[in-house]
Nanobody
Framework: QVQLVESGGGLVQPGGSLRLSCTASGSLFSFYTMNWYRQAPGKERELVATITRAGSTNYADSVKGRFTISRDNAKNTVYLQMGSLKPEDTAVYFC?????WGRGTLVTVSS
């Protein structure tokens, strides 16, 4: 059983930055594509960013140029560096690894 634990969420002003982390238990992390999703109040969960085993990345159009996904296989951790944050980025952010999901971390962008 894999557990994913997200951290790094919080309240930030528009234009600010945050870095989210997600650490996986076990020894399977390096074999998986890792994803960050988000779900805003009243909206469906959406895919934000993906990083493959080889390190290839892909982003939703809404975050391209502002967010960067990266991974450290030695630490079983995937990161989401978020910059130029907007109020519409407010959401619970979830880490995903295959069929496994974290519980999410809340990001609130507000002045």
């Amino acid at each position: 059983q894999v557990q994913l634990v997200e951290s790094g969420g919080g309240l930030v002003q528009p234009g600010g930055s945050l870095r989210l982390s997600c650490t996986a238990s076990g020894s399977l992390f390096s074999f998986y594509t890792m994803n960050w999703y988000r779900q805003a109040p009243g909206k469906e969960r959406e895919l934000v960013a993906t990083i493959t085993r080889a390190g290839s990345t892909n982003y939703a159009d809404s975050v391209k140029g502002r967010f960067t996904i990266s991974r450290d296989n030695a630490k079983n951790t995937v990161y989401l560096q978020m910059g130029s944050l907007k109020p519409e980025d407010t959401a619970v952010y979830f880490c995903n690894m295959g069929v496994y999901w974290g519980r999410g971390t809340l990001v609130t962008v507000s002045s």
